[in-house]
């Protein structure tokens, strides 16, 4: 396996190889340290986590779309923050982090948060997705891996 840092503005990035398939570690530098991360192979990404914080939110995704591949999905578990950027792109989370996330834990610390740190915090945490149900249960992961490879064969033909 090969690794590489990739310094940005605020954060930086630690890219493992691992042959066919690349992790990307997102490191925000923020107040949490947090990580969000992007799994990659030939044609596309999956994104894992989102930062937590605004100032990281606009150079999360400009790495993202800087890596020039499909984005095939993104899946939410203890960070479902990044409710602000790559709308577009389709959400998955488990039943009990959807359920957590409207009346659980999980509402409860983006809440207090969002009193801790102010306007800082990133609080849009995929509300329109949640009231419109566009976010899939991960317990249907097939839905993403069938995602993928149907991207991987919709990238062949071009």
């Known amino acids: 396996m090969e690794s590489k840092r990739i310094d940005l503005k605020k954060g930086f990035v630690e890219v493992y190889d691992f042959g066919e398939i690349k992790l990307h570690s997102y490191q ?5 340290y947090d990580e969000s991360y992007i799994l990659e192979n030939k044609d596309n990404v999956l994104l894992v986590e989102f930062p937590a914080f605004y100032g990281n939110l606009g150079e999360f995704e400009e790495y993202v779309k800087g890596l020039n591949k499909n984005i095939v999905g993104k899946v939410f578990s203890d960070h479902p923050n990044g409710g602000t950027i790559l709308k577009d792109v389709k959400g998955y989370a ?10 659980g834990t999980i509402g409860g610390l983006v809440n207090g948060f969002e009193t801790a ?3 800082t915090f990133a609080k849009e945490y995929l509300q329109e997705e949640l009231k419109n149900k566009s976010i899939t249960r991960v317990e249907d992961i097939k839905t993403i891996s ?13």
């Open 117 to 119: 740190f102010g306007g």
């Open 28 to 32: 925000t530098n923020d107040l949490m």
């Open 94 to 103: 488990s039943e009990g982090t959807i359920k957590s996330m409207k009346e």
């Open 146 to 158: 069938d995602s993928i490879k149907e991207s991987n064969l919709q990238n062949k033909d071009k």
